[in-house]
């Protein structure tokens, strides 16, 4: 099976950066995402990891340890918009890879 | 527009009122799934399906039905609804992983409250 930790809730500055760690345990690994949710509205996609390394994308980075179980999610100059909930999901080896199993969730609060 | 429609967005039912929530996607993508969002459980699948008429339990199937008649639509059924099931439910399409983009892409969510 699956296992994935997020923190449950992070603070941060307008201005600030701020990074979002996630930890995971597969029986096999075929990639990591990294959605953005605003309460009560769907899930939207921010970054696909599947090699080890940074990917950086505006504002916005992932970094991806496979021997490690680890990425994390980099948000800079935050703006007060960047609150919403971060979620973590992997790739699990059912269904071809093609089923996404999520994390919790990192709820991150951005005050002026 | 690339889009996953879901209705209806909003629903307050009672016990055993049997409902339909549909979804809808346009991009011609063969695996669909169901999830709900409950408060500090994150999303968990429903069911899912490979393609017309291949559908399988997720990790939360029971008190859910599906179907996969049409490509493009994935409804979700609760036969026998009760207040456990009262939650946000999410349709998601997802491309091939042979076709390269990988993220799956979200309906707007139907709230759902069962009394």
């Known amino acids: 099976g699956q296992n994935i930790d997020q923190p449950t809730e992070m603070t941060a500055t307008e201005g600030a950066i701020v990074q979002i760690n996630c930890t995971y345990q597969?029986?096999?690994?075929?990639?990591l995402f990294w959605y953005q949710q605003h309460a009560g509205e769907a899930p939207t996609f921010l970054s696909y990891?599947?090699?080890?390394g940074l990917e950086e994308k505006g504002r916005f980075s992932s970094f991806l340890s496979r021997s490690k179980g680890y990425s994390y999610l980099l948000l800079k100059e935050l703006q007060m918009k960047d609150s919403a909930s971060y979620l973590c999901?992997?790739?699990?080896?059912?269904?071809?890879?093609?089923?996404?199993?999520f994390g919790t969730g990192t709820r991150l609060l951005v005050s002026p | 527009e690339a889009q996953v429609t879901q209705n209806p967005r909003y629903l307050i039912t009672v016990t055993g009122k049997k409902l339909t929530v549909t979804c809808s996607q346009n991009?011609?993508?063969?695996?669909m799934s169901w999830y709900r969002q409950d408060p500090g459980l994150g999303l968990r699948q429903i069911y899912y399906?490979?393609?017309?008429?291949?559908?399988d339990k997720g990790d939360v199937p029971e008190g859910y039905k599906v179907s996969r008649k049409e490509k493009r639509n994935f409804p979700l059924i609760l036969e026998s609804p009760s207040p456990n099931q009262t939650s946000l439910y999410f349709c998601?399409?997802?491309?091939?992983?042979?076709?390269?983009?990988?993220?799956?892409?979200f309906g707007q969510g139907t709230r759902l409250t069962v009394v």
């Open positions: 998601a399409s997802t491309p091939a992983m042979r076709e390269g983009r990988t993220e799956a892409f």
């Open positions: 597969t029986s096999g690994f075929n990639g």
């Open positions: 990891n599947v090699l080890d």
């Open positions: 999901a992997v790739r699990d080896p059912g269904a071809g890879f093609q089923k996404l199993v």
């Open positions: 991009m011609n993508h063969e695996y």
């Open positions: 399906s490979m393609n017309v008429e291949v559908t």
